[in-house]
């Protein structure tokens, strides 16, 4: 019987690692955010008063085991001067499918079995009207998933303006799992959202999983600057319950120095440091490999299937 994986987060991050995990004979459950409201997906929750469908998208594409051409139709963004300029046709068919069945669950099951997806993916809630909030340090309070990101400032507290109803089948899924995977991704907007969920804490600290955090290659700008791998994991564990993380996956890539400069400059980003003593004394497993490529967009990236086979090996131990 396969192992139960269940993958909290959204964004780019989770879509890269679920495209190589699904390779595994794992039975992966993917739980995405869906308080994004930027660009296309901001544009349709406003008019379509719907939740974001952005994260859900990318997900279900890199999930897919249809052709190529059709994964690069569903991320096609129109170029145009007409109200569709920027929207993901993605986008527009989950779009479509909310209209037609009036469920988010049951919109991404039907896209599912449309693009041939063999896993699960389950949007966290099905409110509309979720806003995420957050509180710099500074007292400021910045309201919505963009307006935080943009902000580039540090936060001491991350919430919700509404209570979401979380969907019961992530808190099903996630008190059944052998391990749960806080995926890459921005702290604040794609793990964190997770976790200020109690029903997602009660149902973490219920199962019998192991909590697995797959630690950024570089800092946010404000929200993680000079953060090394512990800093990474004291914050999230500032939002578990008892259950805290108890393994962390890390790159220990050599960055090429030109590279470095580039996302020092045009991202104020820098690669985030190991510090291994401090994970030894905080109890958390290390489990670091050179996992870092260079992207066909210049990009560094985690390398999906090399990442997977970490997560897959640390799985078959028993």
């Known amino acids: 019987m396969h192992k139960k994986v269940v993958v909290l987060g959204g964004g780019t991050g989770i879509s890269f690692l679920l495209k190589g995990l699904k390779d595994f004979p794992l039975e992966i459950t993917a739980i995405i955010t869906v308080a994004d409201n930027g660009k296309s997906t901001g544009v349709l929750r406003k008019e379509f008063n719907i939740p ?53 669950k049951d919109s991404i099951a039907a896209l599912s079995k449309l693009l041939d997806v063999k896993h699960k993916v389950l949007p966290i809630t099905e409110d509309c009207k979720l806003t995420l909030m957050g509180e710099t340090t500074d007292g400021e309070i910045i309201e919505g998933e963009s307006e935080i990101t943009s902000s ?20 099903d899924a996630i008190i059944d799992a052998d ?52 800093d990474h994991v004291r914050m999230l564990n500032n939002y578990l319950g008892k259950k805290k993380i108890g ?51 210049g990009t560094l990236k985690h390398n999906s299937l090399k990442l997977s086979s970490l997560i897959f090996a640390y799985l078959m131990r028993d």
Do not use: W
């Open 247 to 297: 393994i962390v996956v890390a790159s220990n890539s050599k960055i090429d120095e030109a590279m470095a400069k580039k996302y020092e400059t045009k991202e104020q980003k820098d690669p985030v440091f190991i510090d291994r003593k401090e994970l030894s004394e905080m109890h958390v497993e290390l489990i670091e490999d050179d996992l870092l490529i260079v992207a066909e967009d």
């Open 152 to 171: 580039h400032q540090e936060f001491k507290r991350i919430f919700y303006k509404e209570n979401p109803i979380v969907t019961q089948e992530a808190v």
């Open 52 to 104: 974001a469908v952005g994260d859900i998208r990318k997900v279900i594409t890199n999930l897919s085991s249809i052709d190529p051409e059709i994964k690069t139709m569903m991320e096609y963004r129109f170029n145009t001067s007409s109200d569709l300029n920027g929207h993901a046709l993605g986008n527009l068919i989950l779009t479509a499918m909310l209209e037609i069945t009036g469920s988010l």
């Open 179 to 230: 391990l749960v995977i806080l995926s890459m991704g921005s702290l604040v907007t794609s793990i964190i959202p997770h976790l200020i969920c109690p029903e997602i804490i009660d149902a973490i600290d219920k199962s019998k999983a192991s909590v697995m955090y797959l630690c950024n290659a570089m800092t946010q700008p404000g929200e993680t600057d000079h953060f090394g791998v512990s």
